[in-house]
C-alpha cells in the first residue's frame, strides 16, 4: 500500500511525520480550491529550503600549536554582553595552563549576535592575530 495515499486519506501530512516543523492557517475567504470548491481550506506552508543555499568556503587550516599566539575571543552578546565573561574567563584560564605565551583578547560586537561588526573585524585582521573564537556563549 502507498503510504502517502494512506496518509492522505486519513488527512495526516507526511510532512508532520517526518519531523519537519510545519504549519498551516485557514485560507482567506472566498479562496477557490484547485478543484474549484471554497469553504474549510487552509494553506499549507513548505517547510523546505527556499533559493539557493550559501557559497561553501573551506576552513581555514589547523594551527600547529596555540603556544606563542594571540586569540581574539568574540562575544556575541547573546542574553547580553556579560553573560559569556565566565565562559571566556575559564577559556583563559584553561588556555594559559596547557600552552605558554598564548595571548587571549575578548571582545563584544557592536551590533550583537544578529549583526556585523566591522571595526572588530578590521582590528583582529590589523592586529594579526593568530585565530578567532566567535560564538554564543551564555
Do not use: C
Request: proline share 7%; glycine share 8%.
Amino acid at each position: 500500500m502507498d503510504r502517502r495515499k494512506a496518509l492522505r486519506f486519513l488527512g495526516v501530512s507526511p510532512a508532520l511525520l517526518t519531523g519537519f516543523p510545519a504549519s498551516a492557517e485557514k485560507a482567506p475567504a472566498g479562496v477557490p480550491s484547485s478543484d474549484g470548491r471554497s469553504g474549510d481550506l487552509i494553506t499549507v506552508m513548505n517547510p523546505a529550503i527556499a533559493g539557493k543555499l550559501a557559497t561553501r568556503v573551506p576552513l581555514a587550516p589547523p594551527l600547529d600549536t596555540l603556544d606563542n599566539k594571540t586569540i581574539y575571543m568574540v562575544n556575541l552578546s547573546w542574553e547580553g554582553p556579560d553573560a559569556a565573561n565566565y565562559f571566556y574567563d575559564t577559556m583563559t584560564q584553561w588556555l594559559n595552563q596547557h600552552y605558554t605565551g598564548v595571548k587571549t583578547i575578548v571582545k563584544v560586537t557592536a551590533e550583537g549576535m544578529f549583526g556585523s561588526d566591522p571595526s572588530l573585524l578590521k582590528a583582529i585582521t590589523a592586529s594579526r592575530a593568530d585565530a578567532a573564537i566567535v560564538g554564543v556563549a551564555g
